[in-house]
């Protein structure tokens, strides 16, 4: 679900501050823990202020305004409720989430990546999100984690039987950095393996010869990839097992097609169950037992008495 509302985000967040203009504003959000909240209220007056020219058609701020307000207004209204009716509750029950928080989440959410930088280059990519816009989504959800899970408590004992009963979630696990060149027939992979002993550029290839959209812009860069990931063909693991760095390995059949895949690098990531993880654990374990978070805040808006009063957003 958490995939869900940032893709959500993604899509609806980049067009807020055109689209909070013509929301009327009863009361400021506060800055979640550090997060300046999007948008500011813009005069009704400025309607006809042009933004685009183009030939002898002149598009006005109210135009575009009014085709984003029917387009998107729906969504980006029902967020800004949810938002404000979980604001609310969470006054009322006096919970916050600090900037400190935030950022462990962030950190969390971080794993996997290469780095840092790499994440916020991700995000950006995948779901158009700035890092103030990720940080602004995590503050919400860990405000609606905290409000499902307030009252609802979670022993040492199961926490340490969880530990128990999935040790591969806390086992030592390898990580590759890989590359790929996806092409339609092996004969392919044998002029691509060709030119790579010639010198050719694997990057360069890849972004003229694989028909992998999502890799092939750049330069085939899968990014790091845990062993046994299951989003990842096991062919293309089981290839990256024998490399070592630097090296290059195909034909991979992946059903249908073929790939050549470079090891860039690889690394032992090293698990250890520690306060932080145990927290964690004891969070999933709470959101287990707590009612589902979308149903949370259907019921939050119902108390808040949220009504959508434009009938065209509804």
């Known amino acids: 679900m958490w995939g869900a509302i940032l893709f959500l985000a993604g899509c609806v967040l980049v067009l807020a501050v055109l689209l909070i203009w013509s929301v009327p504003k009863t009361s400021p959000l506060p800055e979640p823990g550090g997060v ?3 948008g500011s209220a813009k005069p009704d007056d400025q309607s006809d202020e042009p933004v685009a020219v183009i030939g002898d058609r002149t598009i006005t701020y109210g135009e575009l305004h009014q085709r984003l307000l029917e387009k998107y207004g729906s969504e980006l209204l029902n967020q800004m409720l949810d938002r404000e009716a979980i604001r609310l509750e969470a ?13 462990k989440e962030l950190k969390r959410m971080q794993q996997g ?14 779901l158009g999100l700035s890092k103030e816009e990720l940080s602004e989504d995590v503050y919400y959800k860990l405000l609606l984690e905290r409000i499902a899970t ?3 408590e979670v022993t ?10 999935h040790p591969e979630e806390f086992s030592n696990f390898t990580q590759y950095h890989l590359f790929k060149i996806e092409v339609k027939t092996e ?4 002029d691509i393996m060709d030119a790579l002993r010639n010198g050719a550029d694997f990057e360069q290839l890849a972004r003229e010869r694989s028909i992998d959209s999502n890799t092939a812009e750049k ?12 989003f990842v063909s096991p062919f293309i693991l089981e290839t990256a097992r024998l490399l070592e760095k630097g090296e290059i390995g195909g034909p991979v059949p992946l059903g249908g097609s073929f790939a050549v895949i470079r090891l860039a690098d690889k690394k032992e990531v090293r698990k250890t169950i520690d306060d932080e993880t145990m927290r964690n654990v004891r969070r999933e374990l709470a959101l287990q037992k707590a009612p589902p978070l979308q149903e949370l805040v259907k019921t939050l808006r119902a108390k808040r008495n949220a009504t ?4 065209e957003l509804r």
């Open 187 to 190: 004969r392919e992979v044998q």
């Open 308 to 311: 959508i009063l434009a009938s």
């Open 219 to 230: 330069g085939g860069d899968m990014g790091w990839v845990e062993d046994y990931d299951p």
């Open 91 to 103: 006054l009322a029950l006096a919970i916050d989430v600090s900037r400190e928080d935030i950022e």
């Open 36 to 38: 300046s909240p999007p």
């Open 113 to 126: 990546y290469e780095s840092e930088e790499q994440f916020y280059k991700s995000m950006r990519e995948q």
């Open 150 to 152: 307030h009252s609802i």
């Open 156 to 165: 040492d004992a199961e926490v340490q039987q969880y530990i128990n009963d």
